[in-house]
């Protein structure tokens, strides 16, 4: 008798231990399975200075990232291409932003060559005028003549008696340097009189109230507040850029010092998905990648 008890009390202890080894292994495998699919909430700050051509949709998709990514937060600032390359080698900020390339800014090599390039989107200048200077086109040499004072009044150039006031970007300027190198062929002198504004929104507000104004800026910037000017009998739209048959145009650039960490990674990233570069980058005028017909190498040189 005793020891059908003992043989029945080790049996229901081998029962129950089995029953308790099957649900542990179930619970492990749940948990197993949920930390392999599940990805790791992104956290962190994100601080981005630079280009104010390239502002408006880092601001754009920095908003729509944050929205999808609740521990992140990013910060854009303008200042122009200059600062945010300085800025971004220097470490103080995690994306620096840039009409044009690291080399072309910073000329300490070692320094150029630590920055990783990502290029996001293609951006076209065009010079601007105040609508009431009555010019809808001027010829490359025109411009040089206009920015290196030269021409000096729009009647000059077929337009009404004003005198012309020039509202140029400082030296730090992506969009001047892009404007310069491919719309001018040349650097210019900063001219006695001459405004320099360091901000696209700026500039665009002082060329829509000045008489007799011209800048320049980027397409995502021109409205009918402003008159967009043809370059040699060019339209400044996006098909031309396309084609090729526009020259002022160049990529737009996001810095990191190094490979990014992973949420800047999982930021820059997100830029390149069909949501963005199907939608706000079109959105807002700036030109996708895959629908270029040329390239341009950092020489500025051109090719199918």
Not at 24 to 42: F, Q
Not at 106 to 133: F, G, M, R, S, Y
Not at 258 to 285: H, R, W
């Amino acid at each position: 008798m005793k020891l059908k008890k003992t043989f029945l009390t080790v049996l229901t202890l081998a029962f129950t231990l089995s029953l308790t080894a099957c649900g542990t292994k179930d619970t492990a495998t749940t948990d197993s399975n949920t930390s392999g699919t599940d990805k790791p909430a992104l956290s962190g700050s994100i601080l981005a200075s630079g280009s104010t051509a390239l502002q408006p949709l880092v601001d754009q998709v920095g908003k729509k990232f944050m929205d999808k990514n609740s521990g992140v937060s990013i910060q854009v600032q303008g200042g122009g291409s200059g600062t945010g390359l300085t800025q971004v080698s220097g470490g103080q900020v995690q994306i620096g932003n840039s009409d044009v390339f690291a080399s072309e800014k910073i000329k300490d090599e070692a320094a150029a060559k630590a920055l990783v390039d990502h290029q996001v989107a293609v951006v076209a200048i065009a010079a601007v005028t105040n609508p009431e200077v009555g010019v809808k086109s001027l010829t490359k040499q025109q411009l040089v003549d206009i920015f290196t004072g030269k021409i000096t009044n729009w009647k000059e150039v077929q337009g009404k008696d004003v005198k012309i006031a020039i509202i140029n970007r400082p030296s730090s300027s992506g969009t001047r340097a892009t404007f310069e190198k491919f719309a001018l062929g040349t650097k210019t002198e900063d001219l006695k009189g001459s405004i320099q504004e360091d901000s696209s929104g700026t500039v665009k507000k002082l060329v829509t109230e000045t008489p007799g104004a011209i800048g320049y800026l980027a397409l995502s910037y021109i409205d009918d507040k402003v008159t967009a000017l043809q370059y040699d009998g060019v339209d400044a739209n996006v098909d031309n850029v396309i084609s090729g048959k526009y020259p002022v145009w160049a990529y737009e650039h996001m810095y990191t010092k190094g490979e990014p960490d992973a949420s800047t990674k999982a930021f820059l990233d997100y830029f390149m998905t069909d949501e963005v570069q199907n939608g706000d980058i079109t959105e807002l005028g700036y030109i996708p990648f895959s629908k270029m017909q040329v390239k341009r190498d950092v020489e500025g040189n051109v090719t199918k």
